[in-house]
């Protein structure tokens, strides 16, 4: 219940203040932390586009019907994305400006979890033809690929806790 209730509240906010994030097509290969990245503004986009357009259709009599009855899985799942998209905006800030050798583990890191977020949505991405299944598959191998690169480094990285 509580990320449900965060979860509308920052979509709420953020339909209000929502400006398109730039992104393009996806190329063929989608494994790479840019085109995951892209993916997930092209989720962002599109739900905070749809439910824009669905509290439009609502008007102000229908509004909370629509709200709180009728789009509440989309309000959670833009919430959501917007959430992980400025973790991932974040993360690649903090990768940019790192100097020493945890660049290297924190860009897998980053990539991991980009991968993670995509394959865990991969029905959405199907669904609304932005990715192909053989595209989705790639997903996976490139989970299992980061998973192994990222054992190597895990007990340092549990250790620096």
Not at 13 to 42: G, H, Y
Not at 72 to 98: C, M
Not at 118 to 125: E, L, P, Q, R
Request: aromatic fraction near 6%; hydrophobic fraction near 40%; charged fraction near 20%.
């Amino acid at each position: 219940a509580v990320v449900s209730t965060q979860s509308t509240g920052v979509a709420k906010e953020r339909l209000a203040l929502f400006k398109p994030q730039p992104s393009v097509t996806p190329s063929e290969d989608i494994t790479s932390s840019a085109e995951l990245l892209n993916l997930v503004k092209i989720r962002e986009n599109t739900l905070f586009s749809a439910l824009g357009q669905e509290l439009g259709v609502a008007g102000r009599e229908g509004l909370f019907q629509c709200w709180m009855l009728e789009q509440n899985e989309t309000i959670q799942n833009a919430g959501k994305t917007f959430g992980e998209r400025l973790v991932a905006d974040e993360f690649q800030r903090v990768i940019d400006e790192t100097q020493d050798d945890t660049k290297g583990v924190l860009q897998s890191l980053l990539h991991l979890h980009l991968v993670s977020y995509v394959k865990d949505n991969a029905a959405w991405f199907l669904t609304h033809s932005i990715i192909t299944p053989d595209q989705s598959k790639q997903l996976t191998s490139k989970f299992d690929e980061l998973c192994r690169v990222i054992a190597a480094d895990a007990l340092p990285l549990i250790e620096s806790f």
